[in-house]
């Protein structure tokens, strides 16, 4: 693939060859040729470009130069890791919140508030390549996507009106969200062994019908999830003394392709563990195989470490298929409304804990995420090529007073089901086993590959594409 290479450096903004007016300027400072020479070396040693969007070297030169420059980790290990996680001694049942505690202080543990893993000299952290640019077409989601500079930050998901509490009364466009996920060690030996030819990335690697196929037991992913809200008279009480980072992004989420430097604020963090004890087995005939854990910033705790300042919502284990009442908290959350009819989810109940619409019927879910589904529901549907659609009919427009029209029914249930890890919903293709960012990045690969190449691939043909989106319908859009 001889002519990938070239599309792929220059789908970075940093690549090598800048302009040889730049170069050879008499004034060239030093900032600018460090990031151009970061760039090269990132390249060289690992076959992926670090971004895809971010303000010029001048300009980063003479403003921003004292921000950081994101740099993707992609120096996955070649060998299984044998050193497992000790919060897997914890009984995620019996103890679920000493479990999530436990998980995220195993995220935290070198680890500032930076979220640079070639900082962190207690263990090992990576990235996921291949989401610098943006899905391209009509229908794209997220509209002008793909990573910015700074902090590596991808566009994910809109803010609507309200969702966030009752002083967040929107912007034209809506707000938006921005996440930065880092994968430990044994996540990094699969998106190795994914990756292990930058130009041929091996589609069987995380689908369970394939040899090794899936994330190994032991593979722990942390995301942290930022907003640019709240703006002008636009109020959120919860995310005072915030931490904030610069970024390269949109205006707004739906009607803006222009990027501007702002500031974006922690307001959630979700975590995703490998579970061995949560696999499917005769005792456990619905096992996933995966826990799934949500935090939400509440910055009136003031902690020194402001990561500190996120507080657990809630884990869960498997979607309560069972359960098909056709509930939603509507905008903006007030109060906590916690189900304990719900087998697989825990909800955590806290005075530290901001009001939460959580998700469809009381399952976990974030303030940034829609109050039609749940963290796993969505999950549940990350494949290549994506032929599912992300939630279920009418689960947008979300936040309204009254359920979603067919909410409980069998074809609304087929997303609260409960998938086995290494599983796809559609057996038609492969499996990125709960993880969308891999989906996410195959599709920009193959986009990409098949723009320098000239063709198409028979993987493109076993079904129906489907946009990976949250929905076609936003009061905003």
Avoid at 59 to 88: G, H, V, W
Avoid at 184 to 211: F, H, I, Q, S, V
Avoid at 307 to 321: A, F, K
Wanted: glycine share 8%; net charge negative; with cysteine.
């Amino acid at each position: 693939m001889k002519q990938l290479k070239p599309l792929i450096i220059a789908a970075s903004v940093f690549f090598v060859s800048c302009s040889e007016k730049t170069k050879n300027q008499d004034t060239q400072l030093e900032s600018p040729n460090k990031m151009t020479l970061l760039e090269s070396q990132n390249y060289e040693e690992n076959g992926f470009p670090d971004f895809g969007y971010m303000v010029s070297p001048e300009e980063y030169n003479e403003k921003y130069s004292d921000q950081p420059i994101f740099r993707l980790k992609a120096d996955f290990p070649t060998e299984m890791p044998t050193d497992m996680p000790a919060f897997l001694d914890i009984d995620f049942k019996k103890e679920p919140l000493k479990y999530i505690e436990a998980v995220r202080d195993y995220g935290f543990e070198g680890n500032t508030e930076e979220w640079n893993p070639y900082k962190n000299k207690v263990r090992n952290w990576y990235h996921i390549p291949w989401l610098h640019p943006s899905v391209e077409g009509e229908g794209a989601y997220p509209p002008n996507g793909g990573t910015e500079g700074f902090h590596g930050l991808i566009k994910e998901a809109p803010l609507g009106p309200y969702q966030l509490g009752p002083g967040l009364k929107g912007v034209e466009g809506d707000y938006s969200v921005y996440a930065i996920t880092l994968i430990n060690d044994k996540a990094g030996y699969a998106m190795g062994r994914m990756w292990k030819d930058p130009e041929n990335p091996n589609l069987k690697t995380l689908d369970k019908r394939y040899k090794d196929g899936g994330f190994p037991v032991g593979t722990v992913f942390v995301k942290l999830l930022f907003t640019d809200a709240p703006k002008g008279t636009d109020f959120v009480d919860y995310l005072v003394n915030p931490l904030t980072w610069k970024a390269y992004i949109t205006e707004n989420f739906w009607k803006s392709s222009k990027r501007v430097v702002s500031d974006v604020h922690l307001l959630q963090m979700d975590i995703s563990v490998r579970d061995q004890r949560a696999d499917r087995s005769p005792s456990n005939p619905e096992g996933t195989g995966w826990v799934f854990g949500t935090f939400c910033y509440n910055g009136k705790l003031n902690k020194k470490n402001k990561l500190m300042n996120l507080v657990p919502v809630g884990l869960m284990w498997g979607n309560d298929p069972k359960n098909r009442i056709n509930k939603t908290s509507p905008y903006p959350p007030i109060k906590t409304e916690v189900n304990k009819d719900l087998k697989e989810t825990v909800i955590f109940e806290s005075p530290n804990l901001p009001p939460q619409h959580l998700g469809w019927n009381g399952r976990l879910d974030g303030p940034a995420d829609l109050n039609t589904v749940s963290c796993m529901s969505c999950h549940n549907a990350a494949e290549y090529p994506a032929v599912t659609s992300l939630v279920p009919p009418n689960a947008a427009p979300d936040g309204g007073k009254t359920p979603p029209e067919g909410g409980g029914n069998d074809e609304w249930m087929k997303w609260f089901q409960n998938i086995e890890c290494g599983t796809s919903m559609n057996q038609t293709v492969y499996s990125t086993d709960f993880s969308f960012q891999v989906a996410i990045a195959l599709q920009n690969f193959f986009t990409a590959k098949e723009a320098a190449e000239k063709g198409s691939f028979s993987s493109e043909y076993k079904a129906i594409p489907v946009a990976i989106r949250r929905g076609d319908i936003a009061p905003n859009k």
